[in-house]
């Protein structure tokens, strides 16, 4: 009798640990971002950028007092992200890749304390769709603003009327300017 009480107490757990990690195995995990000291924000689903991206550019960042340029080659769109830094003669320095299952950053290049969700929210806030940037930013207090003018598209993140973060979008160039953090990037895209 005692032999079959733990025989199914053992069964029990097994199950009971079984249906746990089932239950949390596909859920993605990501750092949220801080995008005020206060405001934590989730990345978006890939299928935020509904438009394919795919192209050479050159990049330019200066984040506090670390700088530095390469060239890139950018993949975003619907299925993720995908970000190769290149040296001068084409050779890979880092990558960042994002799928809406995991999210990762292979580069001595940035700063170490830099996570790999801070560039894809940004990456996101360049090209994914306004509206869906506006829903997502009012679901954490905050303001996302698109305005689009002779070509130039202005995208804005606020906390109430305080700017945090500004992006402008061109044919050719994206600037994307952090106030609260205090770094700037630039991508320029190359001609094939």
Avoid: W
Wanted: proline residues 3%; aromatic residues 10%; charged residues 25%.
């Amino acid at each position: 009798m005692k032999n079959r009480i733990i025989r199914s107490l053992f069964i029990f757990l097994g199950i009971c640990l079984l249906t746990g990690c089932l239950s949390t195995g596909g859920k993605p995990q990501f750092n949220k971002v801080f995008v005020t000291n206060l405001n934590r924000v989730d990345i978006l689903e890939p299928a935020a950028i509904k438009n394919e991206i795919e192209q050479y550019q050159y990049f330019e960042g200066s984040f506090g007092d670390q700088s530095f340029a390469a060239m890139l080659y950018l993949e975003a769109g619907p299925e993720g992200i995908e970000v190769l830094l290149l040296n001068e003669f084409g050779i890979e320095m880092g990558s960042i890749s994002y799928d809406g299952q995991t999210a990762k950053m292979e580069s001595s290049l940035f700063p170490k304390n830099l996570k790999c969700e801070y560039i894809i929210l940004d990456l996101q806030n360049a090209y994914a769709d306004p509206e869906i940037l506006k829903n997502h930013y009012a679901n954490y207090s905050l303001n996302f603003e698109y305005s689009e003018n002779e070509g130039v598209q202005t995208r804005k993140v606020l906390k109430k009327d305080k700017l945090i973060e500004e992006i402008h979008v061109s044919e050719k160039n994206v600037t994307i300017q952090n106030h609260l953090r205090g770094y700037t990037y630039k991508l320029t895209v190359l001609d094939d």
